[in-house]
């Protein structure tokens, strides 16, 4: 194994504990919420996305090319406006329970 | 460059911050532009640290513009009471995103260079759980949305089927890291790929769509993460493990929640002729 592979590997292995431990408390009612954050952070793809158009040639690998960008660029747009919504409703939940 | 992995390090950075705001009541609208941010970052350098020719940044600038405008406009627009269905939606192009991005970077690879490894194995895996999130997704927004029919559809041989289109893709994919060869073996696993996404949530029923589409949530970051291994962007690698590893923990603290196992949400009715809807 390279010693980049290796470095990688470590990488990977780190960000999984972090990626448990990160969210261990997180409460019922932010389930759906963390779900949806989540998969906006996943929308990182888009980096990968840029990089291998940036260094495609062809129509092919450009044609899809532009596919991952869009379908990207959807995930990471949609991911963290819809999160957003579903925040601003819990707080004005919250403020209408208040006044009540 | 270096500028580039340090921006790609803070980027990292702000996504845990992000996914700890999004842990807590408090903090969680915080998190969540917190992750936001990284993003940005992560994109902006991107953007402007690699030097395509015009064609290919044209490409990248539309492309951009044309995925913001339909991300925007339906997380706008989607009712407060349709949003589950429009995260497995946004699951799902993500998880496509990935496995086409991993076929990118395939069709560029010389035969020896697909012959290594952990890059035919980091490959596979992107294009086959990539594919399995993108059908899977779209079939669990088609049972929410109601135009699939929320009842678990299932068959007798169910099992059986599922576990030959499995069995396949494994088979396929030990072809591939063996030989190195055929960008249309590729594109085979792709398309059982897409196929076993579909098996595998037509017999769950809609009422456990919410652990479903978490469970194809972590799926799509292990698809981002595998994507990261085969072009060696730790930015990719750290973001799609992070989404991995807590949304299989979230999956099971869902499905915890419903007082039942995630086998039990996942497998209970396959293969099995119901007269009752269940679940």
Same mark, same amino acid.
């Given at each position: 194994?390279?010693?980049?592979?290796?470095?990688?590997?470590?990488?990977?292995?780190?960000?999984?504990?972090?990626?448990?431990?990160?969210?261990?408390?997180?409460?019922?009612?932010?389930?759906?919420?963390?779900?949806?954050?989540?998969?906006?952070?996943?929308?990182?793809?888009?980096?990968?996305?840029?990089?291998?158009?940036?260094?495609?040639?062809?129509?092919?690998?450009?044609?899809? !090319?532009?596919?991952?960008?869009?379908?990207?660029?959807?995930?990471?747009?949609? !991911?963290?406006?819809?999160?957003?919504?579903?925040?601003?409703?819990?707080?004005?939940?919250?403020?209408?329970?208040?006044?009540? | 460059?270096?500028?580039?992995?340090?921006?790609?390090?803070?980027?990292?950075?702000?996504?845990?911050?992000?996914?700890?705001?999004?842990?807590?009541?408090?903090?969680? &609208?915080?998190?969540?532009?917190?992750?936001?941010?990284?993003?940005?970052?992560? @994109?902006?350098?991107?953007?402007?640290?690699?030097?395509? +020719?015009? =064609?290919?940044?044209?490409?990248?600038?539309?492309?951009?513009? @044309?995925?913001?405008?339909?991300?925007?406009?339906?997380? &706008?627009?989607?009712?407060?009471?349709?949003?589950?269905?429009? $995260?497995? #939606?946004? +699951?799902?192009?993500?998880?496509?995103?990935?496995?086409?991005?991993?076929?990118?970077?395939?069709? &560029?690879?010389?035969?020896? +260079?697909?012959?290594? $490894?952990?890059?035919?194995?980091?490959? %596979?895996?992107?294009?086959? @759980?990539?594919?399995?999130?993108?059908?899977?997704?779209?079939?669990?927004?088609?049972?929410?949305?109601?135009?699939?029919?929320?009842?678990?559809?299932?068959?007798?041989?169910? &099992?059986?089927? +599922?576990?030959?289109?499995?069995?396949?893709?494994?088979?396929?994919?030990?072809?591939?890291? *063996?030989?190195?060869?055929?960008?249309?073996?590729?594109?085979?696993?792709?398309?059982? #790929?897409?196929?076993?996404?579909?098996? /595998?949530?037509?017999?769950?029923?809609? *009422?456990?769509?919410?652990?479903?589409?978490?469970?194809? =949530? #972590?799926?799509?970051?292990?698809?981002? #993460?595998?994507?990261?291994?085969?072009?060696?962007?730790?930015?990719?690698?750290?973001?799609?493990?992070? $989404?991995?590893?807590?949304?299989?923990?979230?999956?099971?603290?869902?499905?915890?929640?419903?007082?039942?196992?995630?086998? =039990?949400?996942? /497998?209970?009715?396959?293969?099995?002729? %119901?007269?009752?809807?269940?679940?």
């Amino acid at each position: 194994m390279t010693t980049a592979t290796l470095n990688f590997l470590t990488v990977f292995v780190l960000a999984a504990f972090v990626g448990i431990e990160v969210i261990s408390k997180v409460p019922t009612i932010l389930h759906t919420p963390l779900m949806s954050g989540s998969n906006a952070i996943h929308g990182i793809i888009l980096v990968g996305a840029i990089t291998v158009t940036a260094s495609t040639t062809g129509l092919l690998g450009e044609t899809l !090319g532009l596919v991952a960008v869009i379908l990207a660029t959807i995930n990471v747009v949609g !991911g963290f406006v819809v999160t957003d919504r579903m925040l601003e409703m819990f707080k004005t939940r919250r403020q209408t329970e208040v006044k009540k | 460059s270096n500028t580039l992995a340090l921006i790609y390090l803070i980027s990292a950075s702000l996504f845990i911050l992000g996914l700890k705001g999004l842990s807590s009541p408090k903090s969680a &609208r915080r998190g969540n532009f917190i992750a936001a941010f990284g993003m940005i970052l992560a @994109i902006a350098a991107s953007l402007t640290k690699i030097h395509p +020719n015009g =064609n290919q940044i044209t490409l990248i600038v539309i492309g951009v513009i @044309i995925g913001s405008v339909i991300g925007g406009f339906s997380a &706008r627009k989607v009712k407060m009471t349709a949003m589950p269905q429009m $995260v497995a #939606a946004f +699951n799902g192009v993500g998880g496509g995103a990935a496995a086409t991005v991993a076929v990118i970077e395939y069709l &560029r690879l010389s035969v020896a +260079n697909r012959s290594v $490894v952990i890059t035919a194995l980091s490959s %596979i895996l992107s294009v086959a @759980i990539g594919g399995i999130s993108f059908s899977g997704s779209i079939i669990a927004f088609a049972k929410l949305q109601e135009i699939l029919t929320g009842v678990p559809i299932t068959y007798k041989g169910e &099992r059986f089927i +599922n576990a030959a289109v499995f069995l396949a893709i494994v088979v396929i994919g030990i072809y591939l890291i *063996a030989f190195g060869t055929g960008l249309a073996i590729l594109g085979v696993l792709l398309l059982l #790929a897409i196929i076993l996404g579909v098996a /595998f949530v037509l017999p769950i029923g809609g *009422a456990d769509m919410p652990v479903v589409i978490s469970l194809l =949530n #972590a799926f799509t970051g292990l698809a981002v #993460a595998a994507s990261g291994f085969v072009l060696g962007n730790t930015v990719l690698i750290v973001g799609g493990t992070l $989404v991995g590893a807590s949304g299989t923990l979230l999956t099971k603290m869902m499905s915890d929640s419903m007082g039942r196992s995630i086998r =039990n949400v996942l /497998f209970a009715s396959v293969g099995k002729v %119901i007269d009752q809807p269940s679940g």
